[in-house]
Structure formats: structure tokens, C-alpha cells
């Protein structure tokens, strides 16, 4: 029996007629923060959010594979269940401090400025590499990724 992710992803696969291609789940925010998945799914589904980044040490940390163009991703929410289906259409790597206005912009949060975008990532990556006992440095590669909502449930 497919899982709600499967089932969302061969309905989308048969409608669009894709021959190739398989897909992972994903989610933006922490597991243990059902509300900040939903809050950032909403900036996704609306469009505001288009954008994401994390340090390339992260992904050697998890042995997690570094997104590429088009790779497809199951959106899950705060329950886990599945909402939209995103495509990778830019991946990149790029130093912190080169990372640019338009990368910050088009991640949606806060104020959209670049310099706000450094400041809330240089805090959250370094949280966020303290669990890897890693320091985080702005001197640090990050892969930059943008996306686009390719089918959704509403």
C-alpha cells in the first residue's frame, strides 16, 4: 500500500506525464516544531518563499545528498503529510559572505534584505552546526537552492 507521500507523487507523475524521476520527502524548519513547518510551508505555497540555504558541511554531516537540478521533493507539513510537490531549478555553491540580495530576498523571511538574511543565518547556522560539534564560519561554503512549487493540494 503507498504511503499519502507515494500517492501524491504517482498522481502527479501520471498527470504530467513524467517518464523518469523519482522524489524524496522534505520539510523546511525543525521536526520537533510542527508550527514553524507549517509557517514556512505557507510562505512557500503563496510564493514568498522560493528559496533556501544551509552550510555544505551540513549535508557531509547527515550523508545527505547536496539537492540538484531538477530533483522533485514530497512538501510535508507539520503532521508529516504530504502538501505540494517542489522542484530544484538552481543549486548552487557559494561562499556565506557572497551569497547575494536576490538569494535573501527570495528565501522570504524577515525584513528580505541581505544584511537581516546574514545575520538570521549566520545565528541559525551555527546552532545548527553545534550539533555536528562543528563551528560554522562565514568564511563556510553554503549551497544555495531555489525552488518552485510544481503541483499542491489547495
Not at 510562505?43 to 540555504?53: A, M, V, Y
Not at 553545534?130 to 531555489?146: A, L, Q
Amino acid at each position: 500500500m503507498a504511503t499519502p507521500a507515494e500517492h501524491m507523487w504517482n498522481e502527479f507523475v501520471e498527470k504530467n506525464n513524467i517518464t523518469k524521476g523519482n522524489f524524496q520527502t522534505r520539510w523546511f524548519g525543525q521536526q520537533d516544531q510542527p508550527d514553524e513547518i507549517d509557517r514556512l510551508n505557507d510562505l512557500i505555497l503563496h510564493g514568498q518563499k522560493r528559496s533556501t540555504s544551509k552550510p555544505l558541511a551540513y549535508y557531509a554531516a547527515e550523508q545527505e545528498a547536496v539537492p540538484q537540478v531538477g530533483d522533485y521533493y514530497v512538501l510535508l507539513n507539520g503532521e508529516m503529510k504530504p502538501v505540494a510537490i517542489i522542484q530544484t531549478v538552481v543549486s548552487e555553491l557559494i561562499p556565506f559572505l557572497r551569497v547575494s540580495a536576490e538569494h535573501a530576498y527570495n528565501e522570504g523571511e524577515g525584513d528580505l534584505s541581505l544584511e537581516d538574511w546574514r545575520t538570521r543565518s549566520s545565528k541559525k547556522f551555527t546552532e545548527l552546526m553545534s550539533h555536528y560539534d562543528n563551528k560554522f564560519s562565514e568564511d563556510d561554503p553554503i549551497v544555495t537552492e531555489v525552488f518552485k512549487v510544481v503541483h499542491s493540494e489547495g
